[in-house]
């Protein structure tokens, strides 16, 4: 992987960490187009990238993290199944499911199917205008919807925003419940890799996470404000149909 590798797949990561598209298997995909081997750093690179992603929520959500203690109550219990999940299965994720081209298309395809019909499902049923209106009781069974996104293809921000809709959240509503629980899941997941991989990682490769963190910050940062302007009159049945058309063109490059 060379700094300019760098650069784009941490476009590619800002672009798509938040959009119910699967980051991850944008990710693979890029890396097969530029000729990047799917080594172990790349694997960790593709987890720790998106801590750029990531703190650029915490930056456009920062007064509602210092003070919206209700909205926390229901990402923590949101967060309790992703992290039991993530941290018992580790070994499998990294080892079978990180790479399996088979497992993002078929998860790429689905996940379009389920989201074009869960958005037709949000326009009747979807009443909760706020992630505090959210009764407490229906927060983890968000975590565990978003505990599917360990497999890659699925998305962690489709897994969630699906969950959150069929839990009577807005479009909108869900898309921030998202967004903020993307916060603890992936500090978590990152800071748990890099624990167990970072040791390994020379200075270059260090500086190559530096310019994949840079680069997906000040992206996700722009992708954020312009996704949620664009849910204030649109849905997701455009990123449903996008979806299956990326696990045929996924197919194409992988399988065939």
């Known amino acids: 992987m060379e700094l300019k590798d760098a650069f784009i797949l941490g476009i590619v990561e800002g672009l798509t960490e938040f959009l119910p598209v699967s980051s991850t298997g944008h990710l693979i995909l890029t890396a097969h187009i530029l000729g990047i081997s799917h080594t172990e750093f790349t694997k960790s690179f593709e987890i720790a990238v998106q801590l750029g992603s990531i703190l650029a929520v915490v930056f456009i959500y920062l007064e509602r993290f210092i003070k919206d203690f209700e909205t926390w109550k229901r990402v923590v219990l949101a967060f309790i199944p992703t992290g039991l999940v993530g941290f018992l299965l580790y070994k499998l994720i990294k080892g079978y499911f990180i790479g399996n081209d088979l497992i993002v298309v078929v998860n790429l395809f689905l996940g379009g199917i389920i989201l074009i019909i869960a958005d037709k499902y949000c326009e009747r ?88 963190f840079v680069t997906a910050f000040f992206t996700a940062l722009v992708t954020v404000k312009a996704f949620l302007k664009f849910l204030n009159s649109h849905g997701f049945m455009v990123f449903g149909v996008y979806r299956i058309v990326i696990a045929l063109v996924y197919a194409a490059a992988f399988l065939l």
């Open 125 to 212: 049923f979807c009443s909760l205008k706020d992630i505090d209106e959210l009764p407490i009781k229906r927060a983890p069974i968000i975590g565990l919807f978003q505990a599917l996104a360990v497999m890659p293809g699925v998305s962690r921000s489709g897994a969630t925003i699906i969950g959150g809709m069929l839990m009577g959240l807005s479009r909108k509503s869900a898309a921030e419940f998202s967004f903020i629980l993307a916060v603890p899941t992936m500090l978590a997941a990152t800071s748990y890799d890099l624990l167990k991989t970072g040791g390994q990682f020379g200075s270059s490769q260090w500086e190559l996470l530096g310019i994949g």
